[in-house]
């Protein structure tokens, strides 16, 4: 009899989980809250490594076909407006098929991972389908929806973010901080790129007011300019967003910055959290639910659908008897210890890097950047860590 899995939460990371077990023969339910896909401003940089997972899907060509690839990324030196170092994924081209990386807004993911899933027969899409309750024993897992409707599958699965209803079900702490400041996000339609020479994916250091910019196509793949910048601790979202801190913050960029280019603004809280665990008995988290973190750097999704993918072959195994119950604990062992050592400690110091304020600690980080790019075998380093391909094969390692 094929597992019955149960998916909570249609995100990207819940999505590539759904097709992935669906494709592995199991009976997929998906449910999420919402009756559409949250569009608005998230996650953009897809990675190397998960590249070659969506590959493995057969989802990669229609995803960078509505994505930007992007070979390069820069450091900038917001202070004097000058390029540190330049790297370029191409060093990896021994070490993947994908030597760059994708830059493609979430939702499209979840988008065309949902029509994937529709044509698919073991799987059954309950959007606008919010579960309240998972309790579990010995013969399975029951998943309560809204007017109390009961299901009951081998395995649940939560992809449902953050705030995940599946992790406070199992009654698993979410380890960790949230930052005191909120980061702001400014979308807009000027050309960056033009106006200041700088690549489609620029980190800019600064000890005022560090930013993150770069580019992805927008509905339209008519091309947009995403900028991230950290909200003073005290700022309400009136004052972010009013025009004139708009405008200052975006033409501390480029002087000629127009209003009328700035095409939607976001303002969210930063958290570095880890759950406790990631699996009780039947019950899984994968993640936001399992993990979040700040996005300089672009790699809790990757992760969570490096998560998806884990978890899927895990199950695969046990479902066909070609391993125990106790492949189950490995998930833990490898997706846990992988996430705090790969994302939570390299986001952390990649947001220290561009807030840094001790001038001579500034100057040690730029002469470190621009010492990795001038060697070869640095430059290769930095980035088989950066695009996570050094996190999956130290994870394979983990018996």
């Known amino acids: 009899m094929m597992a019955r899995v149960c998916i909570v939460g249609a995100g990207p990371v819940g999505v590539v989980a759904a097709i992935a077990c669906a494709g592995k023969g199991m009976q997929v339910a998906l449910f999420e809250t919402e009756r559409e896909i949250d569009r608005s401003p998230r996650a953009a940089t897809t990675h190397p490594s998960t590249l070659e997972m969506l590959a493995e899907l057969g989802l990669l060509d229609e995803f960078q076909s509505v994505g930007l690839v992007a ?36 939702h499209k993911l979840s988008e065309l991972g949902l029509r994937r899933l529709a044509a698919m027969p073991n799987v059954e899409l309950r959007l606008g389908t919010s579960v309240t309750d998972v309790v579990q024993d010995s013969r399975g897992a029951r998943v309560t929806t809204e007017g109390a409707e009961r299901h009951v599958f081998d395995y649940v699965i939560g992809c449902d973010g953050g705030r995940s209803t599946v992790r406070k079900c199992l009654d ?166 992988i996430n705090i050592e790969f994302v939570q400690q390299q986001t952390v110091a990649n947001k220290k890097r561009l ?31 950066t695009s996570l391909i050094e996190s999956v094969r130290r994870a394979r390692e983990i018996a």
């Open 355 to 385: 807030e840094e304020r001790d001038p001579k600690v500034r100057q040690d980080n730029f002469d470190k950047l621009r010492r990795s790019v001038a060697d070869p075998r640095l430059h290769k380093e930095f980035l088989m860590r």
């Open 71 to 106: 070979r390069y990324f820069q450091f900038w030196d917001g202070v004097t407006k000058t390029l540190v170092a330049e790297f370029d994924h191409q060093v990896l081209r021994d070490e993947t098929p994908y030597p760059f990386v994708v830059q493609t807004e979430q």
């Open 172 to 337: 698993v702490e979410f380890e960790g901080y949230t930052w005191p400041e909120r980061f702001l996000v400014l979308t807009s339609l000027f050309d960056f790129q033009a106006a200041l020479g700088c690549c489609p994916r620029s980190y800019i250091s600064d000890p005022e007011e560090w930013t993150n910019l770069f580019k992805v196509m927008g509905d339209d793949l008519m091309g947009r300019w995403r900028a991230v910048f950290p909200a003073r601790e005290n700022e309400t979202d009136d004052e972010a967003f009013s025009r004139g801190s708009v405008l200052r913050r975006l033409r501390k960029l480029h002087k000629d910055h127009p209003m009328e280019l700035v095409a939607h603004r976001n303002i969210y809280r930063v958290h570095q959290r880890v759950a406790k665990s990631f699996r009780k008995g039947r019950v899984f988290l994968a993640g936001d639910a399992a993990h979040v973190n700040n996005p300089v750097g672009g790699l809790g999704l990757n992760c969570g659908i490096h998560d998806a993918m884990e978890l899927a072959d895990t199950l695969h195994r046990v479902a066909i008897g070609q391993a125990g119950e106790e492949l189950l604990d490995r998930y833990e062992r490898r997706r846990r210890p």
